[in-house]
């Protein structure tokens, strides 16, 4: 059968790796295929949306260089979240650079990414290397990355023979647990796909953002898990009521997959 058609948690049953088996098993345990993209720019925002959010959510998804006072301390709290809810930890660095620089990038500066974050992505523009540097830092410390297979900004260049190349490097590497992109790449072996630019509501933003739903996403394209910010903790929204809902709205489009 299609991965498509099996349940996570009997995708994390036969999958080899230790990170991934424990993110199947957060999602089957909360039933949750949602990740929350806690895009917001103080350590007190982002420890209380990660706190309040935290029982709805399989990934924990930052941008923690956006945080602008960010400290040590709040990596131990974020960790501490973690833990207390259960999910994984998703840094969204987009690296691309030389495999040594991004080593450098990856596990130092002052953000020691590799140190606390569970998942991390890149694009592949650089050639392999890219996933090979990432991979010296992360791979002893039993973390996973992410390739930019495609991505849901209007006029998106990674398109065609760019994401095939993402999916023929993805299953050659080990270190490569999945995908930021809008479907199910290959059947290969089982690689997760995450997709951002999920919305119930709005079509996009004013900078190219475009939202599909997760029917869209998850039931007809099958990728596993859906990464929701703005339609989370948006203007005028109570980020619990919403995130409850696009949980919901995730889990559901994943039954109705699976013909639940
Ligand atoms: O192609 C992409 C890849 C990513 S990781 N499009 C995206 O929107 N993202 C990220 O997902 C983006 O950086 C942001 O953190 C999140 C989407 O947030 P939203 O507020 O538009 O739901």
């Known amino acids: 059968?299609?991965?498509?058609?099996?349940?996570?948690?009997?995708?994390?049953?036969?999958?080899?790796?230790?990170?991934?088996k424990a993110l199947f098993a957060t999602m089957e345990r909360k039933q949750s295929n949602l990740s929350l993209a806690a895009d917001v720019s103080s350590k007190a925002e982002l420890l209380a949306l990660a706190d309040t959010v935290g029982p709805y959510i399989c990934v924990l998804k930052t941008h923690i260089d956006v945080v602008s006072d960010f400290d040590a301390d709040l990596v131990k709290q974020l960790q501490a979240?973690?833990?207390?809810?259960?999910?994984?930890?998703?840094?969204?660095?987009?690296?691309?650079?030389?495999?040594?620089?991004?080593?450098?990038?990856?596990?130092?500066?002052?953000?020691?990414?590799?140190?606390?974050?569970?998942?991390?992505?890149?694009?592949?523009?650089?050639?392999?290397?890219?996933i090979q540097g990432l991979a010296e830092v992360g791979m002893p410390k039993g973390r996973g990355l992410l390739l930019l297979a495609e991505m849901s900004s209007a006029g998106m260049l990674a398109t065609?023979?760019?994401?095939?190349?993402?999916?023929?490097?993805?299953?050659?590497?080990?270190f490569v647990i999945g995908f930021i992109g809008s479907?199910?790449?290959?059947?290969?072996?089982?690689?997760?796909?995450?997709?951002?630019?999920?919305?119930?509501?709005?079509?996009?933003?004013a900078l190219g953002q475009q939202y599909r739903t997760p029917k869209?996403?998850?039931?007809?394209?099958?990728?596993?898990?859906?990464?929701?910010?703005?339609?989370?903790?948006?203007?005028?929204?109570?980020?619990?009521?919403?995130?409850?809902r696009y949980r919901e709205a995730g889990w559901t489009a994943y039954l109705d997959r699976l013909g639940h």
């Open 1 to 20: 059968a299609s991965f498509s058609q099996k349940t996570y948690a009997q995708r994390g049953e036969e999958h080899a790796h230790p990170l991934v």
């Open 81 to 130: 979240l973690a833990a207390k809810h259960v999910c994984l930890s998703f840094d969204d660095c987009k690296f691309g650079d030389l495999g040594n620089t991004v080593k450098l990038q990856y596990g130092g500066g002052i953000y020691r990414i590799a140190d606390w974050a569970h998942i991390t992505n890149c694009h592949v523009i650089p050639g392999e290397g890219i």
């Open 160 to 174: 065609g023979a760019y994401t095939d190349k993402n999916v023929e490097m993805a299953i050659a590497n080990d």
């Open 183 to 205: 479907r199910r790449f290959t059947e290969e072996r089982d690689l997760i796909t995450m997709t951002p630019g999920v919305g119930l509501h709005a079509s996009g933003d």
């Open 216 to 244: 869209k996403i998850v039931t007809e394209n099958g990728s596993d898990i859906i990464i929701v910010g703005r339609g989370i903790y948006g203007p005028g929204k109570d980020a619990v009521a919403e995130a409850k």
